[in-house]
């Protein structure tokens, strides 16, 4: 979804480098999250956020650390990557209203690789 | 919940069957149920979803069934298409908290010719 744009989509990286994965959005949504994806285990949420103000630990947080610059930016960082943080890496967005209050649109993945 | 290890359930259906995915869910107070479509390469897209007070929800050639009293779920494809194959997954929201979804593992669906 054009919406939700992560950067950069491909990374290899070595053990014990910093990486961030960068997120934008032009939905307006208030809410955006980080999830990673292995193989055979679905999505797992690392952080959300419901506003600039408001950041919370999700399911699998150790070895991550985020930064809601804006409304329309979240970012992710690796302090120093470890090659079990090989993942796909999501970002994704959702809106307060009303509806489908809930549905989640997400951006098109980052591939990241520590070595 | 339970690891399922590295290989996801598969369905191979022949194009222009009718496919059923079916998904267990874990948590009671779940009010809200998503189901998503994720294809080679791409993040997931939103398909159809379903709230609590309902057990069934008719879309676009798909429909999604909710049966609360043995918390399960099931999308239903209807004359299937080469395009739709893809790994779906479902996801429910954990009653009031409001802020995630809690995903399933997926399951792939293989459309034949």
């Known amino acids: 979804d054009a919406d939700v744009t992560q950067t950069p989509r491909n990374r290899i990286t070595k053990t014990g480098k910093r990486i961030m994965l960068e997120c934008s959005q032009t939905?307006?949504?208030?809410?955006m999250y980080w999830y990673r994806q292995d193989p055979g285990l679905g999505l797992r949420l690392i952080y959300y956020?419901?506003?600039?103000?408001?950041?919370n630990k999700g399911e699998i947080s150790d070895g991550y650390s985020v930064s809601r610059q804006a409304q329309a930016k979240f970012s992710l960082s690796l302090e120093s990557a470890i090659p079990n943080q090989t993942a796909l890496y999501f970002c994704a967005t959702s809106d307060r209203g009303q509806g489908r209050r809930d549905e989640q649109f997400f951006g098109p993945g980052t591939r990241l690789t520590v070595l | 919940g339970e690891s399922v290890g590295l290989h996801l359930p598969t369905l191979s259906v022949q194009e222009g069957d009718n496919s059923i995915i079916n998904c267990a869910y874990s948590n009671s107070a779940s009010d809200y149920f998503i189901w998503y479509k994720q294809e080679s390469g791409k993040g997931p897209q939103f398909i159809i979803d379903?709230?609590?007070?309902?057990d069934k929800r008719q879309g676009q050639r798909v429909t999604v069934l909710l049966n609360k009293t043995v918390k399960h779920l099931s999308l239903q494809i209807a004359a299937t298409q080469p395009g739709d194959s893809a790994v779906y997954f479902c996801?429910?929201?954990?009653?009031?908290?409001?802020?995630?979804?809690?995903f399933g593992k997926g399951t792939s669906l293989l459309v034949t010719p």
């Open positions: 996801a429910e929201n954990m009653g009031n908290s409001g802020y995630a979804l809690n």
């Open positions: 379903i709230r609590s007070n309902m």
């Open positions: 956020s419901f506003d600039v103000k408001d950041i």
């Open positions: 939905k307006g949504h208030d809410r």
